[in-house]
T-cell receptor, first 110, second 116 residues
Framework: NAGVTQTPKFRVLKTGQSMTLLCAQDMNHEYMYWYRQDPGMGLRLIHYSVGEGTTAKGEVPDGYNVSRLKKQNFLLGLESAAPSQTSVYFC?????????FGQGTRLTVV | KQEVTQIPAALSVPEGENLVLNCSFTDSAIYNLQWFRQDPGKGLTSLLLIQSSQREQTSGRLNASLDKSSGRSTLYIAASQPGDSATYLCAVRLTPMVNAGNMLTFGGGTRLMVKP
């Protein structure tokens, strides 16, 4: 049982480049989330989805887009990366009771 | 808006000590509270989950308590070991009536170091 899998694990981007982070879960969860973690800030919610085909904004959505075309996948896109988006990104999915997290993607924008 | 605060931000103790990590939250209309462990460069591992109707949960040397009315939770670690060194995060989930997305709000974490 793989749980929540994020790809890639590391990435370095130049300012203005675009990329997509993939989150896949094999637990048939309806709810999926993208967070970013910055030093001293804890985890902040970027976007979330309550089911296939639905997405909603979280606390810090600017500069990001998401898509949930399949129930098991939640994609996070950066159209034009900025240095302020240097962070560690975590994907999570949940049951009604508990949340499960991926291992994170460390993104550096130079 | 729910705000979650963890104090202290960092803690260093000698091996064998019992210790308490604190988590406070501003909105008491919570559904549950979850404690996570995060090792450097790794993801989050769930340690304990306390439902709003519960007062505490225990797992091995860990005990988490919840006082909804005062907006506080504590994580008690007994007989600490160097392997306990990690960052500990608490996260609060508000009731579905005000939180349709079942989102978690995280504290900033407590970075624990247990010295041999």
């Amino acid at each position: 049982n793989a749980g929540v899998t994020q790809t890639p694990k590391f990435r370095v981007l130049k300012t203005g480049q675009s990329m997509t982070l993939l989150c896949a879960q094999d637990m048939n969860h309806e709810y999926m989330y993208w967070y970013r973690q910055d030093p001293g800030m804890g985890l902040r919610l970027i976007h979330y989805s309550v089911g296939e085909g639905t997405t909603a904004k979280g606390e810090v959505p600017d500069g990001y887009n998401v898509s949930r075309l399949k129930k098991q996948n939640f994609l996070l896109g950066l159209e034009s990366a900025a240095p302020s988006q240097t962070s560690v990104y975590f994907c999570a999915s949940r049951t009604q009771l508990e949340a499960f997290f991926g291992q994170g993607t460390r993104l550096t924008v130079v | 808006k729910q705000e979650v605060t963890q104090i202290p931000a960092a803690l260093s103790v000698p091996e064998g000590e019992n210790l308490v990590l604190n988590c406070s939250f501003t909105d008491s209309a919570i559904y549950n509270l979850q404690w996570f462990r995060q090792d450097p460069g790794k993801g989050l591992t769930s340690l304990l989950l306390i439902q709003s109707s519960q007062r505490e949960q225990t797992s091995g040397r860990l005990n988490a308590s919840l006082d909804k009315s005062s907006g506080r939770s504590t994580l008690y670690i007994a007989a600490s070991q160097p392997g306990d060194s990690a960052t500990y995060l608490c996260a609060v989930r508000l009731t579905p009536m005000v939180n349709a997305g079942n989102m978690l709000t995280f504290g900033g974490g407590t970075r624990l170091m247990v010295k041999p």
